[in-house]
């Protein structure tokens, strides 16, 4: 059955919102765009099949609007977007409609968006392939895609990126024995998502520079072996304080002539 727009005013509220009357009673409201896109004027005639139209084309005018606002604090992805517009309890067919037209004018790109979120990872925290990837899963982004961003992180850049965060543990573990220490860059990489290689070949390029001096060997022994031997001694007494306390340092990297001296100087106070 065909109706007469008998009425349109402005909303109060919201100025760019029009609410439509027909045959003299309050229908529905859509944005300004829709009017304009429709022809919207007193005395159109509109048939049922018209109206959800316009409905429809409404909620995806609205949720594309919404999007926008969603989008204007920074980048984000298609699934982002989707999640945001499902809470905001739009309709799965109007979701779609509003993305399509988001991509289409350039608002919405997971590619750009990827790129973008994998080298400001790379940047600010140095992050390996693995970690980048569960990024973009979280982000939502396509297989193919994350694939692309890992074939563009060159094995080069993640060896630099991984020798620098290395040398930044190095400084932060300068009390611990070299073995201590490549333990503690091993565990570190991989927590930031590097490969087992690239590890390698990190430590093989470290590992030259963590031995200490002789003279520094008495310190380092003397700080983690008080601990040890305060523990031990707790429980234990003579030779197996000696032993158990050797077999802790031995186990930390510790050379034996290094323990030896230690537990030496250890009986004699």
Do not use: C
């Amino acid at each position: 059955m065909a109706r007469v727009i008998s009425k349109i005013t402005r909303q109060k509220r919201n100025e760019e919102r029009y609410n439509i009357f027909l045959d003299e009673k309050y229908a529905f409201s859509v944005d300004e765009g829709i009017i304009i896109q429709y022809g919207l004027t007193k005395g159109k005639t509109l048939d049922e099949m018209t109206i959800g139209e316009i409905n429809f084309d409404d909620e995806v005018s609205r949720a594309y609007n919404r999007a926008l606002s969603f989008l204007s604090y920074q980048m984000r992805s298609e699934h982002e977007v989707h999640q945001k517009l499902l809470k905001e309890e739009f309709g799965e067919a109007v979701i779609m409609e509003a993305i399509q037209k988001l991509n289409r004018l350039g608002f919405l790109n997971d590619q750009s968006y990827s790129r973008a979120l994998a080298e400001t990872k790379k940047r600010t925290s140095k992050k390996g392939p693995k970690a980048i990837i569960q990024d973009l899963k979280q982000k939502g982004i396509d297989v193919k895609l994350q694939q692309q961003m890992l074939d563009d992180f060159s094995e080069a850049e993640q060896l630099k990126m991984a020798l620098e965060l290395a040398e930044k543990k190095i400084r932060q573990e300068h009390n611990k024995t070299p073995n201590q220490v490549k333990q503690k860059i091993q565990e570190f990489l991989m927590r930031k998502g590097y490969d087992f290689s690239i590890v390698k070949q990190v430590i093989a390029k470290v590992e030259a520079d963590l031995e200490p001096p002789e003279s520094e060997w008495t310190a380092l022994v003397e700080t983690q072996g008080e601990k040890i031997w305060n523990k031990v001694s707790r429980k234990y007494e003579g030779y197996e304080v000696r032993m158990r306390v050797k077999q802790a340092l031995y186990q930390k990297g510790f050379p034996s002539e290094v323990i030896d001296q230690y537990i030496e100087m250890k009986e004699q106070q």
